[in-house]
């Protein structure tokens, strides 16, 4: 299932169904994407008319959820992980955009018809950064984030741990959002602050 090349369209979601993980009615998957799966196969649910462009990286670990509601569209090269707890749910409607990394040890919840442009970096845990230790061997501390509905997130931006959008706030290219944005804010800047709302 991690490895191996489908030679078909329709093997893909026979392979996944028997592997246990949940695919609805209507999915298209074009071109490989790639399942690593080192939890539980049961925890990863795909809705009904998803789309998964190629090179697709889906991953979970331990006991990591990853669902993707209904008309959910990710682009080509998107990376999505779960782990531990953790949970990245993607609602009703909303595109993904290529390149992008979702990386969940904590919880990550994206509303409902969400445009997020191409390498946006979404990241609900972090490392430690005590001077004793190489930061490779620190541990991780996990955390939330919260995008509403409607929301528009340009490209290169970054979401990390601690952040909460809300409905219909537009985030600007290659912004840092790392704490609350107000709805229907338009927003830019590391780290981003509010410069005007939608009217």
Avoid at 15 to 26: E, P, S, Y
Avoid at 82 to 102: C, K, L
Avoid at 170 to 191: D, H, L, Q, W
Wanted: aromatic share 6%; charged share 20%.
């Amino acid at each position: 299932l991690n490895n191996f090349p489908f030679p078909s369209f329709s093997l893909y979601k026979t392979i996944l169904r028997l592997a246990g993980i949940q695919v609805g009615k209507n999915v298209v998957i074009r071109g490989r994407v790639k399942f690593k799966i080192r939890g539980k196969a049961g925890n990863i649910h795909i809705g009904d008319n998803v789309i998964l462009n190629k090179n697709c990286d889906i991953r979970n670990r331990e006991n990591g959820k990853i669902v993707l509601k209904n008309k959910v569209y990710i682009d080509s090269n998107v990376r999505i992980v779960a782990a531990r707890e953790g949970v990245v749910e993607i609602n009703e409607g909303s595109e993904i955009g290529a390149g992008t990394i979702i990386n969940s040890g904590g919880i990550t919840k994206i509303g409902r018809y969400c445009l997020l442009a191409g390498n946006i970096n979404i990241n609900s845990s972090s490392h430690g950064m005590a001077k004793n230790k190489y930061i490779k061997d620190q541990p991780h501390s996990h955390g939330e984030i919260f995008i509403g509905d409607d929301v528009w997130i340009g490209s290169g931006a970054s979401v990390i741990k601690g952040a909460s959008i809300g409905d219909g706030a537009i985030i600007g290219t290659n912004s840092v959002v790392r704490k609350e944005i107000p709805s229907f804010a338009v927003c830019g800047g590391i780290p981003a602050k509010v410069i005007k709302y939608r009217e």
